[in-house]
């Protein structure tokens, strides 16, 4: 064994384990680190804010299925990261915090931005970890990989001591590799009894969540859902899962990221084969109308997962993968493939009738118009990313998705400002793929400056912002408690010019204020974004008030509730 920088030993590790790029901001107690990167196959940018490097390495993890990396220093670098941490900890995205930190003899006299920064990871990480000694170095990193990956996946947080940093360690690269990590089977008794309850249940659905895609398991959740003939709905974070555009698909339930027709399709199914889906709120809503009627399998490789929103009728814990292939060929052996019955035939019914309208032709622009436009121009294999606020719902209402990890959106923690940064972490891992951002006014503004990283390092990007010029959310999340916004917003009134902000970036911009200017605006910064090789902005100016998540417009009451015509009719074949 030869006696190494125990950093240069930790690099080592990352190029092992497949890391290619990281995302960072160097500062004096992380400089032994990157010392070691310097000589490395390891590509380092470098961003302006320690979130936007962990939503750029959070992009980039989405599209590989790989652990991304981000490296700060002591202090406010890791204090900085914690959105980042906790946005990856709530979507199960498999992630790497490199902090930096003072001298371990200083921690304890509050040293020069020296701060508790494991403490503070821990709640929003799988494991948050200081190393103690330069001999644990690879190691430390090592079994930081194989939990990121393992069982639910998620992000870790590594606090490097300097002193420990410049330490040695024996390490041989040729005698090391990636630690394994568990598949977790299904027991076959616990296939077969989920295979029986499928089988006797006259309207089923199949529920694919978030773990579908994780798992790689896309193949296997069609082949099980064409064997069985049994339509597939899919939450936020499924969204890619199965092909909108299959024959099967029965659309997307929930209280805002949803379809009319998804909505009455769940409310009339019979029993739910819920898939990598953890039964969130958005999704659920009222949960004695969500489960009324209809009977549970839940299907989680986390056994704590099941049961921890309702109790299922039965819980299977599993890797998805393997439990969707086992139950396809406990199927096949069953009999051979079925034929659509009427319970299909229905939901596509459902699917061609209750749509909701998006050729608006209004001044100003009608939201809705928007996503139509997206949709028709942008090819299938388009790689969207979106965060939170209306355009979030307005995407999950009206956004079409053919293709796993192609359409990325931060689910559950919803930080502001994740799009930028994001696009660019997914564009960097797949340069050939076309990548479009789709933001609002307000959360662009949370980490603009990460476009001057995007434009520094030529990444070429479209972001399409939805702009009301409203702070749309957050009124009419009012509307409901009669606050008659109480806090004083003054948002919209001589705000920020974004397309002259994306030029002080050397960025090209449009703003568009009529419908049918849309498509040309849409060709052109495609266009602009790979000749320039630039992240290119356009800015849809739609109409102020135009609700989609919260008051009396949404009917959200409305689209609950069941179609009599449905609970009444014969669903035998």
């Given at each position: 064994m030869t006696r190494v920088p125990c950093m240069e030993a930790v690099v080592k590790v990352l190029e092992s384990e497949g890391v290619d790029t990281v995302f960072g901001i160097p500062g004096a107690a992380i400089l032994p680190l990157y010392?070691?990167?310097?000589?490395?196959?390891?590509?380092?940018?470098?961003?302006?804010?320690?979130?936007?490097?962990?939503?750029?390495?959070?992009?980039?993890?989405?599209?590989?299925?790989?652990?991304?990396?981000?490296?700060?220093?002591?202090?406010?670098?890791?204090?900085?990261?914690?959105?980042?941490?906790?946005?990856?900890?709530?979507?199960?995205?498999?992630?790497?915090?490199?902090?930096?930190?003072?001298?371990?003899?200083?921690?304890?006299?509050?040293?020069?931005?020296?701060?508790?920064?494991?403490?503070?990871?821990?709640p929003v990480t799988k494991w948050a970890v200081q190393l103690k000694e330069p001999a644990q170095a690879p190691w430390v990193f090592r079994e930081a990989f194989r939990i990121a990956r393992s069982g639910r996946p998620g992000p870790v947080l590594i606090d490097l001591p300097i002193d420990v940093q410049r330490g040695t360690c024996l390490y041989d690269p040729a005698l090391d590799g990636p630690l394994p990590v568990e598949v977790?089977?299904?027991?076959?008794?616990?296939?077969?009894a989920a295979l029986d309850m499928v089988e006797q249940a006259k309207r089923p659905i199949i529920l694919a969540g978030g773990g579908v895609i994780n798992a790689d398991a896309c193949d296997e959740l069609?082949?099980?859902?064409?064997?069985?003939?049994?339509?597939?709905?899919?939450?936020?974070?499924?969204?890619?899962?199965?092909?909108?555009?299959?024959?099967?698909?029965?659309?997307?339930?929930?209280?805002q990221t949803q379809t009319r027709w998804g909505n009455a399709a769940f409310l009339e199914s019979d029993l739910v084969l819920a898939v990598g889906a953890r039964f969130g709120d958005r999704h659920t809503g009222n949960l004695d109308v969500y489960r009324r009627d209809r009977r549970f399998i839940h299907v989680d490789i986390d056994p704590l997962q099941i049961g921890r929103v309702f109790e299922p009728d039965l819980?299977?814990?599993?890797?998805?993968?393997?439990?969707?292939?086992?139950?396809?060929?406990?199927?096949?052996?069953?009999?051979?493939?079925?034929?659509?019955?009427?319970?299909?035939?229905?939901?596509?019914?459902?699917?061609?009738?209750?749509?909701?309208?998006?050729?608006?032709?209004?001044?100003?622009?009608?939201?809705?118009?928007?996503?139509?436009?997206?949709?028709?121009?942008f090819p299938r294999d388009t790689t969207f990313v979106t965060a939170i606020g209306l355009y979030q719902i307005w995407s999950g209402q009206f956004q079409t998705t053919y293709l796993p990890r192609r359409y990325l959106v931060c689910?559950?923690?919803?930080?502001?400002?994740?799009?930028?940064?994001?696009?660019?972490?997914?564009?960097?891992?797949?340069?050939?793929?076309?990548v479009v951002a789709v933001c609002g006014d307000?959360?662009?503004?949370?980490?603009?400056?990460?476009?001057?990283?995007?434009?520094?390092?030529?990444?070429?990007?479209?972001?399409?912002?939805?702009?009301?010029?409203?702070?749309?959310?957050?009124?009419?999340?009012?509307?409901?408690?009669?606050?008659?916004?109480a806090v004083d917003l003054h948002y919209g009134e001589g705000g920020i010019d974004h397309v002259k902000a994306m030029e002080a970036f050397g960025c090209p911009a449009r703003r568009v204020e009529l419908p049918g200017d849309i498509r040309d605006a849409l060709a052109w910064a495609s266009a602009e974004a790979e000749r320039e090789r630039l992240p290119v902005l356009v800015e849809v100016m739609v109409e102020r008030e135009a609700n989609a998540a919260m008051g009396p417009s949404l009917e959200a009451v409305k689209e609950f509730?069941?179609?009599?015509e449905l609970i009444t009719a014969d669903w035998s074949d």
């Open positions: 010392a070691a990167l310097q000589n490395s196959s390891i590509r380092h940018v470098t961003v302006r804010h320690e979130e936007g490097g962990t939503h750029a390495a959070d992009g980039w993890a989405r599209v590989t299925g790989n652990v991304g990396i981000c490296i700060g220093t002591s202090g406010p670098a890791g204090t900085n990261m914690i959105t980042g941490l906790y946005t990856a900890m709530a979507d199960s995205i498999p992630m790497i915090c490199i902090t930096g930190q003072a001298e371990t003899s200083k921690l304890h006299q509050e040293a020069f931005q020296a701060v508790d920064i494991v403490e503070i990871a821990r977790p089977e299904p027991l076959p008794q616990a296939v077969r069609r082949s099980l859902a064409e064997h069985l003939q049994v339509p597939v709905q899919v939450t936020l974070m499924g969204k890619g899962a199965f092909p909108e555009d299959h024959p099967l698909f029965a659309g997307m339930a929930g209280i819980g299977v814990v599993g890797h998805a993968r393997p439990v969707l292939a086992q139950l396809r060929d406990e199927a096949r052996r069953r009999g051979g493939p079925r034929e659509p019955g009427k319970w299909v035939r229905k939901v596509g019914e459902l699917r061609s009738t209750l749509l909701r309208r998006d050729d608006f032709d209004d001044v100003p622009i009608k939201p809705p118009r928007v996503f139509k436009e997206l949709n028709e121009y689910g559950q923690a919803g930080p502001l400002g994740w799009e930028v940064p994001a696009a660019m972490g997914v564009k960097i891992a797949h340069p050939e793929r076309q307000y959360s662009f503004q949370f980490l603009m400056e990460e476009v001057a990283v995007a434009a520094q390092y030529r990444i070429p990007f479209v972001i399409v912002m939805v702009n009301n010029e409203y702070l749309g959310l957050i009124r009419q999340a009012e509307l409901p408690y009669g606050m008659n916004y509730e069941p179609l009599p």
